[in-house]
C-alpha cells in the first residue's frame, strides 16, 4: 500500500453534498489517497471473511457455552440474554459490520475491532470515494462493492415490497446521513422505508408504533445495543424484527477480542488480548464499550502495574471494564497512521474505507482517504 498526495477536485463540496454527504468538514480528505495492488486486495477478502467466521463462532461459544459472560461482562440482564440466544437460534440475519484493520510490516490484517451493530463511516466508503475514483482515476477499479451488497442484501433479508422503518438520532448530521443512505439502499431493492428519529418509536404492550400509529414490524436502527439496553430492556424484547439483530450485542463490544484471542490463538489475523491486566508487555487498554477512539491509552506493564505511555484520550466510557489488546506498532504513511475499515455485506467481504490520523488512534476526526486498485 502507497501514499500519495494529490490536489482536491475544484467542486468536490458541491458534488459530495449533491450525494448527501454534508458532514465532510475536516473529515473528508482529497489532498491524498491510497494506492493498493491486487494482491492486496485478495489479503484483505480473505482476512474479512476469516474474522468474520472466527467472530461468529465466538459468539456462538459465548451464547450457547458462557452466558455468565454476557451478565458479568457485558452487564446484560437475564430478560436480554434469553432474547439474544432465541435471536441467535432463530438465525436472525444481518446486514452489514466492519472491521477495523491495520497493517503489520509484513502487510498482515491484524484486527482492532469490530464495529458489528452500528458501523459509520458507510455513505463515504460506498458512494462518495467511488465517485471520485471514476473522476481523477476513471481507468483504475477500486475494492468497493458495498453499494451493490446492501441492495442485494435486503433482498435477502426480506420479502419484496414490504416496508423497513429506519430510526436513528436524527440530531446528528453523520447518523442522519447514514440512515438515509440506507434506507436509499433499500428502496432500491424495491421496499418501502420511513426514516424517524429513534425517540419517536412508541412501545406499547411488548409493540412499537411510529408516530402514525403505524406497527413497527422491521426496524433498522442506528442506535447501539447497549445504549438500548440501558435506557430500555424492554425495547430491546419487543416484538420488532431489528436490524442489527440482539445477538450482535454479543459482538459490538471490545470484551469478545478476549474470547476471539482465546479461541483462535494462532491466527495471523489475531493480536492476543485480555480482560485482566497482564503481567508485562506494552498493551492498547480499550473500554469494553468505546466508540470514536475514546478512553484508549496504549500502556506499559511490568509485574502487573502499568504505566501509560500513551495518554488516555478523552471520553465518557473510562468507568467500565477495560480490555487489553497486544500492541502492534503502527506504520506510518508520510507522517499519517491509517486504519483500513472492511465491510462484511450480507456475511461477504464488499469493500474498504481508509481513514488516517496524525496520531496512532483513530477517532471521530480521523480523515477519510479515498483509494484506488493499481
Not at 437475564?78 to 440475519?93: F, H, K, T, Y
Not at 491484524?110 to 481523477?136: C, G, H, M, R, Y
Not at 466510557?317 to 462484511?344: C, F, H
Amino acid at each position: 500500500m502507497k501514499r500519495f498526495s494529490i490536489g482536491p477536485r475544484p467542486d468536490y463540496k458541491a458534488k459530495i453534498e449533491r450525494l448527501g454527504f454534508d458532514f465532510h468538514s475536516d473529515y473528508w480528505c482529497e489532498q491524498a489517497y491510497y494506492a493498493i495492488s491486487p494482491e492486496e486486495v485478495e489479503t484483505l477478502e480473505e482476512a474479512t471473511r476469516e474474522a468474520y467466521r472466527m467472530y461468529c463462532e465466538a459468539a456462538s461459544y459465548v451464547i450457547e457455552r458462557a452466558p455468565d459472560f454476557m451478565m458479568r461482562i457485558l452487564g446484560i440482564p437475564d430478560i436480554v440474554c434469553e432474547r439474544i440466544q432465541a435471536s441467535w437460534n432463530n438465525d436472525d440475519l444481518s446486514l452489514y459490520g466492519r472491521f477495523d484493520f491495520m497493517l503489520d510490516e509484513n502487510g498482515i490484517p491484524k484486527i482492532l475491532e469490530f464495529n458489528a451493530d452500528t458501523p459509520t463511516s458507510l455513505l463515504e466508503a460506498s458512494v462518495i470515494q467511488w465517485e471520485w475514483k471514476e473522476d481523477l482515476f476513471p481507468q483504475h477499479d477500486q475494492y468497493n462493492g458495498i453499494h451493490e451488497g446492501l441492495v442485494q442484501s435486503w433482498k435477502d433479508m426480506f420479502p419484496e415490497g414490504c416496508e423497513i422503518h429506519f430510526a436513528g438520532a436524527l440530531d446528528n448530521n453523520e447518523d442522519t446521513g447514514n440512515l438515509q443512505y440506507l434506507a436509499s439502499t433499500a428502496m432500491e431493492a424495491g421496499f418501502s422505508t420511513r426514516v424517524l428519529d429513534i425517540n419517536a418509536l412508541n412501545l406499547q404492550d411488548g409493540v412499537f408504533y411510529d408516530p402514525s400509529g403505524e406497527r413497527i414490524h422491521r426496524c433498522f436502527k442506528l442506535y447501539p445495543w447497549e445504549w438500548m439496553m440501558e435506557e430500555s430492556p424492554e425495547g430491546c424484547v419487543a416484538d420488532v424484527h431489528w436490524i442489527e439483530p440482539l445477538w450482535k450485542l454479543v459482538m459490538s463490544n471490545k470484551a469478545i477480542l478476549s474470547i476471539v484471542s482465546q479461541l483462535f490463538p494462532n491466527s495471523p489475523y489475531i493480536l492476543p488480548a485480555h480482560l485482566s491486566r497482564p503481567r508485562s508487555g506494552t498493551y492498547c487498554k480499550k473500554p469494553v464499550y468505546s466508540r470514536e477512539g475514546h478512553n484508549i491509552s496504549v500502556v506499559e506493564i511490568a509485574e502487573w502495574n502499568e504505566k501509560a505511555i500513551r495518554p488516555e484520550t478523552a471520553g465518557d466510557y473510562g468507568n467500565q471494564a477495560y480490555v487489553y489488546q497486544e500492541y502492534l506498532k503502527p506504520t506510518a504513511y508520510n507522517g499519517r497512521y491509517p486504519v483500513i475499515g472492511s465491510w462484511i455485506i450480507g456475511g461477504e467481504a464488499a469493500g474498504i474505507g481508509i481513514r488516517e490520523s496524525k496520531s496512532e488512534i483513530t477517532d471521530n476526526l480521523s480523515e477519510f482517504i479515498p483509494h484506488i486498485i493499481e
